[in-house]
């Protein structure tokens, strides 16, 4: 029945790693329009155009679209961690040894402010020299994060567990870099939880960001604070790239011209 149709094929469009894994048919309705100039007719049948013939044949081009532009798009899943074991690992300032990182993404481990010590302990990342009074903006542990070129990281949650000794802090406030650490982040503790991320903010970031969690109003200089593990969750996906919007914009033209051109065919046969 389509063979023996008046079919005006279009070009392919450049070529896109998106192409490979569409269906056939998705090329045959983004590029082959049937064009009805002379009244063709099938099997003795007029045809006519139809809108919603023409509809039909731009779903495919829906898809496309959309398929295009979240093809790199990945589920929330853990984009760095570490356990945070071995005999006295705050000895190390960043201390990366276990460090489990996603791919397209660079983490620094867990560090230390100039402001506090580092104190002996195992399995956790501990110190003491905290203040006793307001937060001071040197004391604090810190974590950074950084997207490989080309990719981009939109984070949903950060998650620790810590221990506090009995003269140790007793408050807390995580904040980062995109604000010059002058916002708290959600309610840290001494013990440990998890802080949403999932705000505006701290997504689709392409530059390097870092969290610092502060401690201070410690009984005394002596008492300790140590991490005992971390994560960050989120999810890491390609930037959109030059070809790929203008595939966009390439399709969107020719949805565009699908959907006028049913009126100048009626137009035509009036």
Known sequence: ?????????YPALP?????????????YFSYCLPLYPDNTSVQGKPLEPKRRNITMK??????LFVYTFFWTTANAAIITSNDITGDNPSLEDPYTSGIINASSISASGIGRGEGISART???????????????DSDEYFTFALDADDGYQVSLTSFTYTGQVSSTGPTDFALRSSLDSFSSDIGTPTGTGTTIDLSASEYQ????PVEF???????????????????EFEGEIT???????????GIGASVLLWNQ???RMLMQMEG
């Open 121 to 135: 302990a195992s399995d956790r990342y501990n110190a003491s020299s905290w203040s006793t009074g307001e937060l």
């Open 212 to 230: 610092r969690l502060y401690a201070y109003s410690a009984e005394s200089g002596a008492g300790t604070f140590s991490i005992n593990d971390y």
């Open 238 to 248: 390609a930037t959109p790239e030059p070809q790929t919007l203008a595939l966009i």
């Open 260 to 262: 006028r051109r049913p």
């Open 1 to 9: 029945m389509i063979a023996s149709l008046n079919i005006a094929c």
């Open 204 to 207: 689709n970031l392409t530059d």
């Open 15 to 27: 070529f896109h790693p998106i192409l490979a894994t569409l269906p056939t048919h998705c090329f």
């Open 58 to 63: 731009a779903h495919p081009i829906i898809g």
